[in-house]
């Protein structure tokens, strides 16, 4: 059974930078792994995603460029470094397994296992 944890959330100023991390249990192979975020009032949407046993990485056109996905295959742990922050990027953010690896979508649809979110506010 797979389960997922987030740590590393906080508050940080505009121009910042902050790394979250997913500590997953159970098993690391052929899982497709996510970062998602949803701010208040707003649908939950896709940020990154990484294919654990190949490395392959899709992000969302919005932290292109800003925000890198990776992994640790050997601490089962998902990270996101997130970089040149803004206000528009404060949000609950949360990490989610799909137990289907290959194709790693960014629809949280797509994803069965979350965990329960660690909070990230921006301030300008």
């Known amino acids: 059974q797979v389960q997922v944890v987030e740590s590393g959330g906080g508050s940080v100023q505009a121009g910042g930078s902050l790394r979250i991390s997913c500590a997953v249990s159970?098993?690391?192979?052929?899982?497709?792994m996510g970062w998602f975020r949803q701010a208040p009032g707003k649908e939950r949407e896709g940020v990154a995603t990484?294919?654990?046993?190949?490395?392959?990485?899709f992000y969302a056109d919005s932290v292109k460029g800003r925000f890198t996905i990776s992994q640790d295959s050997a601490k089962s742990t998902v990270y996101l470094q997130m970089s040149s922050l803004n206000p528009e990027d404060t949000a609950m953010y949360y990490c989610?397994?799909?137990?289907?690896?290959?194709?790693?979508?960014?629809?949280?649809?797509?994803?069965?296992?979350w965990g329960q979110g660690t909070q990230v506010t921006v301030s300008s």
């Open positions: 159970g098993y690391f192979y052929n899982l497709c």
């Open positions: 990484i294919y654990t046993s190949g490395a392959s990485t």
């Open positions: 989610a397994a799909r137990l289907i690896g290959g194709y790693c979508p960014l629809s949280p649809g797509s994803y069965s296992r």
